[in-house]
């Protein structure tokens, strides 16, 4: 029988297994570029691409630095990710991208490029000219440059099909928001005449939120908590709240023995292409 949030759970999952994996190889060297850890953002994106398959869209996404967990939620390869942050030629981003610039020809996720926010006026212009349903990423602090701001106005006027998600983890690498404005962005949202809602990581908050997604443009501030370091392999805040453990809990044995399976898959597939030379 289909369960929703263990079918959430599932890809969430591979996200959280992956990047424990990653973590532990920043610690013993194994990468020799930046790497940005989506863990504790991960259920983010893991409900977002489950409530699009159920809605049989397959929509284009522009993802932000921090795209792990958005790469592997929307099931592109995860071969291609491993090998890029390898920095091989096989890898998503023909090794030139590292982990803050991935992409999928086969799932349509167009990387960062870089600039903070710049992926979202990009993405709105993609919109305008294909008139696809498109989903842009940011976080909470690059949401803040004024051309993200720009983009937004632009995409209300033309009534494009856009999802905005901001990943909003309060933090600008350690500062946090009250400090930098005294905003917040599904108001901006409200102002540009746009559907803005601002809401937890919890899967059935997001997934009611979604119901009307693409007849306009919309807006979903996404609390949620970053588990590990803006960069790195640290942790910030040990008692931070963990929504994928918390599921796991409510999710119980089913949960628990999909984590154990996928922890053995994920480390499977690392063991394979650390073997290739």
Request: proline share 3%; with cysteine; glycine share 8%.
């Amino acid at each position: 029988m289909y369960n929703f949030e263990l079918e959430v759970f599932k890809r969430a999952s591979l996200c959280r297994n992956f990047e424990q994996y990653v973590f532990d190889g920043i610690r013993n060297k194994l990468f020799k570029f930046p790497i940005y850890l989506s863990a504790g953002q991960e259920y983010i994106s893991a409900t977002i691409s489950q409530v699009m398959k159920e809605q049989s869209v397959e929509p284009n996404i522009f993802i932000q630095h921090r795209g792990h967990s958005t790469y592997l939620s929307f099931d592109a390869p995860i071969e291609g990710l491993i090998d890029e942050l390898l920095g091989r030629k096989t890898g998503c981003t023909n090794g030139m991208g590292g982990s803050a610039s991935i992409h999928s020809k086969e799932k349509n996720i167009f990387g960062h490029d870089g600039l903070m926010g710049s992926q979202v006026p990009i993405a709105v212009g993609h919109c305008y000219k294909t008139k696809h349903p498109t989903i842009v990423y940011m976080g909470d602090a690059s949401a803040e440059e004024d051309y993200v701001l720009g983009a937004m106005g632009w995409a209300s006027t033309k009534k494009l099909p856009i999802l905005f998600i901001v990943e909003d983890n309060n933090l600008s690498i350690l500062t946090e928001k009250k400090v930098r404005r005294n905003w917040e962005m599904h108001n901006v949202a409200k102002a540009f005449n746009m559907a803005g809602f601002d809401i937890d990581d919890d899967p059935n908050q997001i997934k009611y939120s979604l119901q009307n997604v693409f007849n306009a443009p919309m807006l979903l501030n996404i609390r949620t908590h970053r588990k590990f370091w803006h960069s790195g392999a640290g942790i910030d805040d040990e008692n931070i709240f963990d929504r994928y453990k918390e599921q796991m809990n409510i999710l119980g044995h089913q949960a628990e023995k999909i984590h154990i399976e996928t922890k053995k898959y994920v480390e499977g597939v690392w063991q394979k292409q650390l073997e290739i030379r």
